[in-house]
């Protein structure tokens, strides 16, 4: 989204309750990032937590409220549902609010509940990444806006690079996913499912790229032993270069156990040309809908099986795998146009001619 705000018309800033692994990437598409404490919502809080968290919060908001009077911005704009500190500090500062929804509330009916109250009260526009998203928030006016991945990165001419690297031929059958790694990625799901695929296809091999959710490191090492006992399982680890990974591939499974809100990698993976497999629950049949014909399944959730067949389906209907054939592919999804830009000038033209209208 920040990339696709023209400079020097939109000067962008972010606010992070600590210092973003992101900084470099967001100084250089010209962003300042700013630090200001917030402690998370979480449904494994204890009372004490909660109790903590209500006692910080107008502490939080008079900081955000403060620094958001000293940038002078025209606009505040909340990028989760689960952040409820921005509607207040925009309020304190007059200023028009944008609620953002990137995740699909299934952990606590209690906070969806206070969300479906807030948002609507406190924003001046509700953006959410996917219909998905918006379908959580009853009665309430959302505009759905697709993200895009740079086609400039993501595309299959990039194939031939990523296999050499970790060693594996490029003439063999490869499937992979990437994500971070939590428990309810399905990433057990998938290395199960891949027994199943060995059983059939003895050539295929597998890569899993992506490092642990902060508080899942467990899950990540018990899921690194699994891997590592599994034949043709390739556990990569944290990767800088999921691009090259993506166009090396035959195949993208995406096999999440609760609904994907959107699944933007989903999207990058498709724009690298490669076939996907998905399972059925939120955003991904959005994007495969939006998808060039044959370009995937979907399957049910936690059913290893159902995603074994389909991932050995889509095998058998491919013409074989080499670097020129990868690189030949034709991108099988098509960059969204951008509209971010044209939001936040209709925001902030919206309450310019409200202020004024209150003036006279």
């Given at each position: 989204m920040?990339?696709?705000?023209?400079?020097?018309?939109?000067?962008?800033?972010?606010?992070?309750?600590?210092?973003?692994?992101?900084r470099p990437e967001?100084?250089?598409a010209g962003v300042r990032v700013h630090v200001v404490p917030m402690r998370r919502i979480s449904r494994s809080h204890r009372a004490r937590?909660?109790?903590?968290?209500?006692?910080?919060w107008p502490v939080t908001v008079v900081r955000l409220a403060a620094l958001l009077h000293r940038l002078d911005v025209d606009v505040v704009h909340t990028n989760s549902f689960h952040s409820w500190y921005a509607w207040a500090a925009a309020v304190l500062v007059r200023r028009p609010h944008v609620w953002h929804g990137r995740e699909i509330v299934v952990q606590s009916g209690a906070a969806l509940a206070l969300e479906r109250f807030l948002i609507p009260h406190f924003s001046a526009r509700v953006l959410s990444m996917s219909h998905a998203i918006a379908d959580q928030l009853d009665g309430v006016e959302v505009t759905v806006v697709y993200e895009t991945p740079d086609p400039a990165e993501f595309h299959p001419s990039r194939a031939g690079r990523f296999r050499a690297r970790v060693g594996i031929a490029d003439?063999?059958?490869?499937?992979?996913?990437?994500?971070?790694?939590?428990?309810?990625?399905?990433f057990d799901v998938l290395l199960e499912a891949f027994g199943r695929v060995r059983?059939?296809?003895?050539?295929?091999?597998?890569?899993?790229?992506?490092g642990p959710v902060r508080g899942k490191e467990q899950v990540f090492e018990h899921l690194a032993g699994v891997a590592g006992a599994t034949p043709g399982a390739h556990w990569l680890g944290g990767r800088d270069d999921v691009a090259d990974l993506l166009a090396d591939l035959d195949l993208f499974v995406l096999p999440s156990t609760e609904p994907e809100p959107y699944g933007l990698v989903l999207v990058e993976a498709l724009m690298s040309g490669a076939v996907v497999v998905a399972t059925d629950a939120g955003g991904p049949r959005e994007i495969l809908d939006a998808a060039a014909p044959g370009s995937g399944r979907l399957v049910p959730i936690?059913?290893?099986?159902?995603?074994a067949d389909a991932i050995v389906a889509e095998l058998d209907e491919l013409p074989g795998t080499s670097?020129?054939?990868?690189a030949a592919r034709s991108p099988r999804r098509d960059p969204e146009p951008e509209r971010f830009a044209a939001i936040f000038r209709a925001v902030v033209a919206a309450a310019r001619t409200k202020t004024r209208g209150t003036e006279r």
């Open positions: 920040l990339r696709s705000l023209p400079r020097p018309e939109f000067e962008c800033h972010v606010i992070v309750p600590a210092d973003p692994p992101l967001f100084e250089a937590e909660w109790i903590e968290y209500a006692l910080a003439d063999l059958p490869l499937i992979g996913t990437a994500g971070r790694v939590d428990t309810w990625k399905g059983a059939a296809r003895q050539d295929v091999q597998l890569v899993v790229a992506g936690r059913d290893p099986a159902a995603l670097p020129a054939r990868r």
